[in-house]
């Protein structure tokens, strides 16, 4: 009884769908891996092996994630799952800042006039309450992109023992003699009514009032220069502030810069000879004539009069006077500079600002006390005018300074502050305390010795290195104290009488297992006081009394000490950690402060290397941003397209430049994720009869093509493993595309068909061309699960199980080159070379064929390359290679038969491809066309090859 032809072909059958429904099935992946908990399971089958640790920066939990949060977050992920499937230990705890003044303020908002009946543990707790919700939702959005890590229990800045690594982090600065408490000009934030760091500030335009005021000199202008005897003599100052004039306790002039006496109806006026000219004219000085000329350094310590204030105004130096706007005559208001505030100190000038917290002017004339500064900046000018010592004003367009968070402007403002000294000579090591006299080791302080540290690590991309250490070198002293509510306290104790903080260590070892135990909250209730025993004494004053210092600390100390929070958590991570990555913001931020304080406590970095990816851009060019509207959400692109496009997508973006998104690139990425997934599908569906441990043939046994692809694959995984060492992921993206479309599905699976579908399922051809498939989706599916960690995990379910298989690809190590090629590394070496440049031969000549055949079929010469026979005309080495495979040619280029020619000459100029149509009739069963179709009794429509088939099925 003849077989239905049809049901002797070996037509691909698998379950693995076509249509990935990745929005549909990935959550049911993700329930999968929870069920299994994949993660405790990774640590397990690593436990024994290196470490490498990527320490995550956590993002801060005010919103929910974004393009550039889940570009950094999948990043990570692709390093820490690349470097477990290389065989390290690699655990990702992810971290949340949960602290700050953007919360504070949003919970502000939410309460309104409620906030000040609450007492700061309640309004806490309202800020813990928001800073979760969002934690929360971020965990859950980090999860549904395929993120692996310790989400159940990951680090967060408002957890107890996390707080009290903060406060023990400060502790070892202060006890090792860093920190210092003092009057500073520091940045402020009237709206906020806080200090603000250099790293909290953004220059925005800004439109002031200019004044140019006249100084009288008290003393005798004989000492400046002789022309200038008995004459009525003045300075004139220039500023863009006039609301700091009440503060203005000296001028500053350029020592070494010329200055010149100009006269003027009577009367002389100083000025930098540079700017003369133009002062004379802003200031209508008619005539004005030049009396004398001298250096700066010549008025240093000549009394002025103030122009409205009882107070004499001292003449000082300052290098930092510039020559380029204004008179070169700075007025100088220590309260309100940062310049001004050192210049002060050097002179001695008060500092005390009368500027309160909200930027009212206080203990001042009743012309503009009481007043907000910029408002006051009109009444002061009015006062001027009517003191007759106004000579100019007018308005400015300017860059000013402005709070990051709330956009408006900000001032300077000496208040008392925290701070830790960069200038501070390191404990330990080249200099112990108290033995660095001055000269002596006079470069080992915390400044130096960090930007030492910075040249061990490897900063990529390289510039990293230059931006930070320009950072460390130039930043002022760090102003640590912050004046709100959500953070975490400065636990110090202040003597009642005298106001010095109390700095015992044992003290501060019990404040610290306080906080450890009921975390930072308890510093707002009584608990702290019984920890002052009655043997504590005020050492400055022997006061007995103390008060709990109410200032919080820079959220950036907070999350500069998440590695030794976390070291303090599990002490058998390493120190330093391998890895940091974010963006470069964290230049003047985390990679900073973590920095600074690594280098405080352990005085080495906590990072080996540091890794920054670019922005994030819309197509134009632009931030994406939700107010603009032209914001990809890797939410939804996840809802409607599926995780595994947002990943695909970071995996295909050279990362460390600048990136672009847009629904055109995720729709162009869904696009190729088919394809991708059909190489997958094409593998599964010719698996289905395929046993490895019965039917797997030997390599050396192989067909050509197949041994050859496994090379091919081999060469892949080489390429793949050294740019996941790289972190270059968009090469492992290119490279995959290339590999699947172009080596794959448009050359070895096509040459494949014939074979796979034709010969008999036993065959050792067949077998081969399975085995080769087999091991080849064993390797693609592995060396992509640090990526398309989803289709990974579902093409892992449907290849064939074999002995000692674990439950999940993402517990399995990457493919070695014996998994790649079987049971024969020694075929890798003979004959390698001399087989690889058959085949690149081959492939230049079927590339040549199938362009014939093209014009073949446009020309209706033939349907189908079945339908053609081919003469191929070569000259040697191409025709001794192409009559090697002589027997292969018909598979290779998909046609019913295939003749060669030698023809003269040398190299590949003389190929010639003649297509011709094929002799004899169309196979029934195959297709190809034969002669000898109908030699056989049974089955008269097959061909000689499938007659042989059919009688091996038994037929
Ligand atoms: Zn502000
Ligand atoms: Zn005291
Ligand atoms: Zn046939």
Redesign the pocket.
């Known amino acids: 009884m003849p077989l239905e032809l049809k049901a002797t072909i070996n037509l691909p059958k698998t379950a693995f769908p076509m249509k990935a429904n990745l929005p549909q099935n990935e959550p049911k992946t993700l329930a999968r891996w929870e069920e299994m908990r994949i993660y405790e399971r990774i640590r397990e089958v690593r436990k024994a092996s290196p470490a490498y640790i990527l320490h995550d920066g956590p993002p801060y939990t005010s919103g929910p994630i974004h393009m550039g949060t889940a570009l950094n977050k999948c990043l990570k992920d692709f390093i820490v799952k690349s470097k477990t499937m290389a065989g390290f230990d690699a655990p990702y705890i992810p971290g949340w800042d949960c602290h700050g003044l953007p919360i504070e303020i949003k919970v502000d908002k939410e309460l309104g006039g409620r906030k000040l009946q609450m007492r700061p543990l309640d309004v806490r707790a309202e800020c813990r309450k928001y800073a979760q919700r969002f934690l929360d939702l971020q965990r859950q959005q980090f999860k549904r992109v395929g993120v692996f890590g310790r989400f159940d229990r990951p680090y967060a800045t408002m957890n107890p023992q996390y707080e009290s690594v903060v406060l023990s982090t400060f502790f070892s600065f202060y006890e090792n003699g860093f920190v210092y408490k003092g009057l500073r000009a520091v940045y402020w934030c009237m709206h906020d009514e806080t200090a603000l760091a250099e790293a909290e500030v953004e220059y925005e335009n800004h439109s002031s009032p200019t004044v140019y005021v006249k100084y009288r000199l008290l003393d005798d202008p004989a000492q400046i220069d002789p022309a200038l005897a008995g004459k009525k003599v003045s300075t004139i100052i220039w500023t863009t502030t006039p609301w700091t004039l009440p503060a203005s306790m000296a001028v500053a002039l350029h020592p070494d810069e010329e200055y010149v006496g100009l006269e003027s109806d009577g009367e002389v006026y100083i000025v930098a000879a540079k700017l003369a000219k133009e002062v004379a004219e802003k200031c209508n000085l008619s005539g004005a004539r030049e009396l004398a000329h001298f250096p700066g350094r010549k008025m240093e310590r000549l009394n002025f009069q103030h122009p409205f204030l009882d107070r004499k105004i001292l003449g000082v130096l300052a290098n930092y006077v510039t020559m380029d706007t204004g008179t070169g005559v700075v007025h100088t208001a220590p309260a309100h500079g940062a310049e001004d505030f050192a210049t002060g100190m050097k002179y001695g000038l008060d500092a005390t600002s009368n500027v309160d917290e909200k930027g009212i002017l206080r203990n001042g004339l009743p012309e503009y006390d009481g007043k907000r500064v910029f408002e006051a900046n009109q009444p002061i000018i009015d006062l001027l005018r009517r003191r007759g010592a106004l000579l100019h004003t007018e308005r400015t367009e300017h860059s000013y300074p402005h709070c990051w968070r709330c956009h408006n402007p900000v001032i300077f403002r000496a208040t008392e502050q925290w701070f830790i000294a960069m200038e501070a000579p390191m404990p330990g090591g080249r200099s112990k305390p108290g033995e660095s006299k001055a000269g002596e080791a006079k470069n080992d302080t915390l400044r130096a010795r960090t930007l030492e540290a910075i040249k061990g690590v490897k900063w990529d991309p390289a510039w990293g290195e230059g931006r930070l250490s320009n950072m460390i070198a130039t930043r002022p002293d760090w102003c640590i104290s912050r004046q709100r509510v959500w953070g975490v306290p400065i636990a110090v104790f202040l003597c009642e009488s005298c106001g010095k903080p109390l700095n015992d260590p044992s003290v501060n070892r019990k404040v610290v297992e306080l906080f450890a135990r009921s975390g930072a909250d308890a510093w707002f209730t009584d608990e702290p006081n019984a920890i002052l025993s009655s043997s504590s004494d005020c050492p400055h004053c022997g006061g007995h009394t103390f008060e709990k210092e109410t200032d919080i600390f820079d959220v950036w100390l907070e999350s500069g000490a998440s590695y030794l929070a976390l070291v303090a958590d599990e002490p058998n991570y390493p120190w330093p950690s391998d890895l940091y990555l974010e963006g470069g913001d964290q230049y003047r931020g985390w990679f900073q402060s973590s920095l600074l304080c690594a280098m405080g406590t352990h005085g080495t970095p906590p990072y080996k290397g540091v890794v920054t990816p670019g922005w994030t851009l819309d197509e134009k060019g632009q931030a994406m941003s939700k107010s603009r509207g032209n914001d990809v959400d890797p939410v939804d692109i996840s809802d409607r397209l599926g995780a595994e496009v947002v990943r695909l997508w970071v995996a295909s973006v050279d990362f460390r430049e600048d990136v672009v998104g847009s629904e055109q690139l995720m729709l162009r990425i869904a696009d190729n994720y088919r394809k991708i997934r059909n190489t997958f599908r094409y593998i599964l569906g010719n698996l289905g009869d395929f046993d490895p441990q019965a039917d797997a043939v030997r390599f050396e046994d192989m067909e050509a093509l197949d041994g050859y692809m496994l090379r091919q694959t081999l060469d892949f995984a080489g390429d793949v493993r050294g740019a996941y060492d790289d972190f270059a992921f968009h090469k492992i993206y290119h490279r995959l595309n290339h590999f699947c479309i172009v080596d794959l599905s448009a050359f070895y699976f096509d040459v494949l068909k014939d074979r796979l579908y034709?010969s008999a399922p036993q065959s050792r051809a067949r077998r081969s061309a399975q085995t080769a498939i087999w091991r080849i989706g064993e390797a693609l599916v592995r060396l992509l699960a640090p990526i398309m960690s989803f289709t990974a995990e579902e093409v892992w379910d449907y290849l064939p199980k074999v002995a000692n298989r674990k439950e999940s690809v993402h517990l399995e190590l990457f493919p070695s080159p014996v998994e790649i090629l079987g049971n024969a590394t020694d075929a890798t070496e003979a004959g390698e070379t001399e087989a690889n440049s058959d085949w690149i031969t081959l492939r230049a000549v079927r590339d040549e064929v199938l362009k014939a055949l093209e014009e073949a079929r446009n020309s209706k010469l033939i349907g189908t390359g079945l339908e053609a026979r081919v003469t191929v005309s070569a000259s040697d080495p191409v025709y001794s290679t192409l009559s090697r495979h002589a027997e292969q040619l018909r598979y290779l280029f998909i046609v019913s038969a295939v003749s060669l020619t030698q023809t003269s000459g040398n190299g590949t100029t003389g190929l010639h491809v003649e297509v011709k149509k094929a002799d004899g009739l169309k196979?029934e069963?195959?297709w190809?066309y034969s002669t000898r179709v109908g030699e056989d009794k049974h089955y008269p429509t097959?061909?000689e090859?499938?007659s042989a088939v059919l009688e091996e099925l038994g037929a």
Do not use: D, L, T
């Open positions: 034709i196979c069963r195959c190809n097959v061909c090859r499938c």
